[in-house]
């Protein structure tokens, strides 16, 4: 078991702990765990440095926060006034940022001490940590396995203990990939609840900032630094921070099926297992033309990805990797016709999930296999052969093509010991109660009640 | 497919890879059952222009 933030907390108010001796353990386990090649920036004086400030404000009694004295890591792709911000591209240059990424800035306010920079897919235009030009994570259950991505470090990071949080990105899975792959908890929220002040962009209408933890209750304990209004970001104006989590008596959940949602046997049965133990009310249903929603999702993907990064490309196309930049160039290929079709299917995708009834979450796998060896580039399962890639984005992409909020939980493990995810989604907005019943079915699953 | 104004010209792998994805999308679009197209779609510019042409109602008429 590893700690959790909570646990963390619980030490420092009580004084079992300060915040120096938490920092001292998490650079020892990060320097046992170096193989993991979890992080891109760590300066252990600079840790250390944020940790004595911390034990300053303890030990005079005036806290910023309970989560004073914590650390906290950080996808490489959030600017951040201390370490240089790459998004694992040769495209940028290794200096720190002029400014914190709101969500960053929030948490050093509240006295979290920025522990590292995470490893990440390049500009995090992918889902397996294979590409980046710090070179691939590694699987802290099975290091020979991907972690998935693209925030992959932050989720070994996590799941080998080395911080309790970690701070993700995620345009079509991204902190729900890594989180069902490494047996962690991830949490993307709906589409305008948090902000992406800071948060270098893939595609501006499909990206969520996301937290990565040890356990349900941490990301719990961090929404209140992540969730609300920054008129740095137009798209949260209307968010509010983070309410009461509800009580609800018999959630509704309905486990999607359909053509394009197949899953590997094993996964199949660790999840019928799980949603067994969850005693809840689950109903299948049908959804159908994923294929063409997934289209529309890539569509998008691509074609605000290209947009973002046209200058630069033009500039120094060698600064991108070959596959990144193949996506990059499909992108500028896609005429104003796809694009709009997308857009179309979009708008369709979310009245159809919204017509799905009286239900309280919707329910996947994260995955729709366990994570792949490193190096293998196609999965196959449920009669399909995909690439590895495809396999990670498989269902994730539906929650920020609709802009649901969404969390990964992990349900179990397949015969060789790697985890699974079960991840349930939310109504638009809805985050509190998409996290009433992921809390009630993690207690089932996971806690024994 | 020339690629990005200043080269390196992208590679065969790369040609193919882009290809694949162009593919993969259109298909992906086409396969929709697709509801029809709108009757009206909300163009901001020219909708404004007309309700600034638009006749202002008289007072007190009926």
């Known amino acids: 078991m590893i700690e959790t933030l909570a646990q963390q907390m619980a030490q420092l108010a009580r004084g079992a702990v300060t915040p120096s001796l938490l920092a001292e353990r998490a650079l020892a386990r990060a320097g046992e765990c170096a193989g993991l090649n979890a992080f891109v920036a760590l300066d252990a004086a600079h840790v250390l440095r944020q940790a004595a400030e911390a034990d300053a404000r303890r030990s005079r009694g005036s806290p910023a926060s309970p989560i004073d004295g914590v650390p906290i890591a950080v996808k490489d792709n959030y600017l951040t006034i201390d370490y240089p911000t790459t998004a694992c591209s040769r495209a940028l240059p290794l200096e720190p940022a002029g400014v914190d990424a709101t969500i960053v800035a929030?948490?050093?306010?509240?006295?979290?001490?920025?522990?590292g920079k995470t490893n990440m897919h390049e500009w995090a235009y992918g889902a397996t940590n294979a590409t980046s030009s710090f070179g691939p994570t590694r699987n802290p259950r099975n290091p020979d396995h991907i972690t998935g991505g693209s925030s992959g470090g932050s989720g070994a990071a996590v799941a080998a203990g080395v911080v309790a949080a970690a701070l993700g990105s995620d345009t079509g899975g991204s902190v729900r990939i890594p989180s069902g792959a490494c047996g962690i908890y991830g949490f993307k929220p709906s589409y305008g609840r948090a902000s992406r002040h800071g948060v270098l962009p893939l595609s501006w209408s499909l990206d969520a900032p996301g937290l990565l933890a040890a356990a349900l209750e941490d990301i719990l304990l961090l929404l209140p630094y992540f969730l609300g209004a920054d008129a740095c970001d137009p798209t949260t104006a209307r968010s509010r921070p983070l309410e009461p989590i509800p009580d609800l008596d018999a959630p509704?959940?309905?486990?999607?099926?359909?053509?394009?949602?197949?899953?590997?046997?094993?996964?199949d049965q660790v999840m019928s297992t799980a949603l067994i133990r969850t005693g809840l009310d689950v109903t299948d249903r049908e959804v159908e033309g994923a294929a063409a929603y997934f289209a529309a999702w890539e569509a998008i993907l691509h074609c605000e990805?290209?947009?973002y990064h046209g200058a630069q490309l033009d500039r120094d196309p060698s600064g991108y990797s070959p596959v990144t930049r193949a996506h990059l160039e499909a992108g500028r290929m896609l005429t104003g016709v796809d694009l709009l079709k997308a857009q179309k299917l979009?708008?369709?995708?979310?009245?159809?999930?919204?017509?799905?009834?009286?239900?309280?979450?919707?329910?996947?796998p994260t995955l729709p296999v366990v994570a792949p060896?490193?190096?293998?580039?196609?999965?196959?399962?449920?009669?399909?052969?995909?690439?590895?890639?495809?396999?990670?984005?498989?269902?994730?992409?539906?929650?920020?093509?609709?802009?649901l909020p969404c969390i990964s939980i992990p349900c179990g493990a397949s015969s060789n010991g790697l985890p699974v995810g079960m991840m349930l989604m939310g109504r638009p907005g809805a985050d509190e109660h998409l996290l009433a019943v992921a809390r009630r079915v993690d207690r089932r699953i996971n806690m024994g009640a | 497919m020339n690629g990005s104004a200043n080269q390196p010209e992208l590679?065969?792998?790369?040609?193919?890879r882009i290809a694949q994805t162009l593919k993969r999308i259109r298909d992906g679009l086409a396969s929709s059952s697709g509801a029809s197209e709108p009757?009206?779609?909300f163009i901001p510019g020219l909708q404004d222009a007309q309700v600034k042409q638009a006749p202002k109602p008289t007072q007190g008429s009926k």
Do not use: P, Y
């Open chain 2, 39 to 41: 009757a009206h779609i």
């Open chain 1, 106 to 115: 929030n948490l050093r306010r509240a006295g979290a001490i920025i522990f």
């Open chain 1, 346 to 364: 979009r708008g369709q995708l979310m009245a159809h999930l919204d017509g799905l009834g009286d239900w309280d979450a919707l329910v996947l």
């Open chain 1, 373 to 403: 060896l490193i190096g293998d580039e196609w999965q196959s399962f449920g009669g399909r052969k995909v690439t590895t890639q495809d396999s990670m984005t498989w269902f994730c992409w539906i929650g920020n093509l609709a802009g």
């Open chain 1, 252 to 267: 509704r959940v309905l486990n999607l099926v359909g053509n394009g949602l197949e899953r590997s046997a094993e996964v």
């Open chain 2, 11 to 16: 590679s065969r792998d790369q040609l193919v």
């Open chain 1, 305 to 307: 990805a290209s947009s």
